[in-house]
Structures are given as C-alpha cells and as structure tokens.
C-alpha cells in the first residue's frame, strides 16, 4: 500500500504571500490531520477533515484554512504569509478516531 | 485540553545501553501512539498503543492507560536510534482526530 503523500516538498515564499500544500491519504483512510511544527512550538494540531467535512480545528488564525476532496485528498492555504509560518508541515491520514494514523513526508515552508 | 510530557527531554547514549522514555497525559485516551522522527523529519511509526505492552525488535512499549503513562524501552541502543522520539495521545472526548504531542525526548547514541 502507498504510503501518505505531500506535495511539493520544499517551498520558499515571500512575506504577503499566499501558499497551497497537498496531501494525499493512504488509500481508504478518510480522515486527513494537518499539523504544524515549529523549533518553538513543537508539533501542533491545525485541523481534520473527514468525508469533506471538517471535524475538528487548532488553535490558528483564519489566514489558515483546508479543505478535502471526495477522493480524499485534502489540501491546506495559508495566505498573507509571515515570517512565523516557517514550519514544517506534515498530514496525517486514519481511517476513523482512535484509529492509528500515518504521516506523510512533511512540506518544508520557509517565508522570507 | 490534554496535556502531554515526556521525558526526559534529552538522552545521551552509549552505544549497546539500554533505556526508558516516558510519557505521562493528564486525560483519558482512545489513541497513544510513538513516533521517531528522522533527520528529514518524517514521523516514523513506532507503535498504536493505547493500552497494554507490545515489542518489535529491540524497541518495546507499555501503557498504563488507568494510570496516565506510557513508556518506551530501547534496549542494546545502536547509532542509528538517535534522534527525536515523540509520544502523542488523542482525547476520548475529541470531536475528530486530533494528536496531542509531547514535547519530545532528544537521543544521542554515541559509538
């Protein structure tokens, strides 16, 4: 089975600017998790979306959003970006709650 | 929300030592999983553990879901353990999946 799958790999954006990462999930799993680490912060929780809907959000400002696709493939945006948003940025894909979930390679964002 | 902490948070190794990581949470949970994170910092699975002792290899795992902790035992380290090793916990009153992690605990096996 495939594994999970982020693209592209590596960015560098300019501060104002807005960016688009894409994720797709284990084939079969319906839940895909976004998540944030930072030197500072560690590893955060952004959101979940499951069958297109969101589930659950983190705590992040609106100039973060997502969405998911009926394939399931989920893609996240941040616009008017910041310095502060140079972060790695992994998905996670599961098949439901509770259920062990499976990260992909992770988007390298650094804005400059 | 649910609190995660590990540790410790940095361990430095003999090569062939053995040693315990821990991970305590502060809630009931339907999830605990370990995570190694390697030097391009993909999250390698390392065990779904939310109850119970499981073993791959020279890695073995325990959670004492009554008691709030788990712990992740390393034994006859080698080089290529090193790195950041993280525990993370999904609340049973989640709406959704969503990982709490920890902070990390930092290994450095030395030759």
């Known amino acids: 089975k495939a594994g999970v799958t982020q693209t592209p790999r590596y960015l560098i954006k300019t501060r104002g600017q807005q960016v688009t990462l894409s994720c797709s999930p284990i084939s079969g799993h319906r839940s895909v998790s976004w998540y944030q680490q930072t030197p500072g912060q560690g590893l955060q929780f952004l959101f979940e979306y499951f069958s297109e809907t969101q589930r659950n959000k983190g705590n992040f400002p609106g100039r973060f959003s997502g969405r998911q696709f009926s394939n399931s493939r989920s893609e996240m945006n941040v616009s008017t970006l910041e310095l502060g948003d140079s972060a790695l940025y992994l998905c996670a894909s599961s098949g439901d709650i509770g259920y062990e979930q499976y990260f992909g390679p992770g988007t390298r964002l650094t804005v400059t | 929300g649910i609190q995660v902490e590990q540790s410790p948070p940095d361990l430095i190794l003999q090569e062939g030592a053995n040693s315990t990581l821990r991970c305590n949470f502060s809630?009931?949970?339907?999830?605990l999983q370990w995570f190694h994170q390697n030097p391009w910092g993909q999250l390698i699975n390392l065990f779904y553990?939310?109850?119970g002792t499981k073993q791959n290899g020279r890695l073995s795992a325990t959670t004492v879901a009554t008691e709030r902790y788990s712990l992740l035992y390393i034994s006859s380290s080698q080089t290529t353990d090193s790195g950041v090793y993280f525990c993370?916990?999904?609340?049973?009153?989640?709406?959704?999946?969503?990982?709490?992690f920890g902070g990390g605990t930092r290994v450095l096996v030395k030759p």
């Open positions: 809630d009931s949970v339907n999830n």
């Open positions: 993370a916990v999904e609340m049973i009153k989640a709406a959704g999946n969503k990982l709490t």
């Open positions: 553990i939310p109850s």
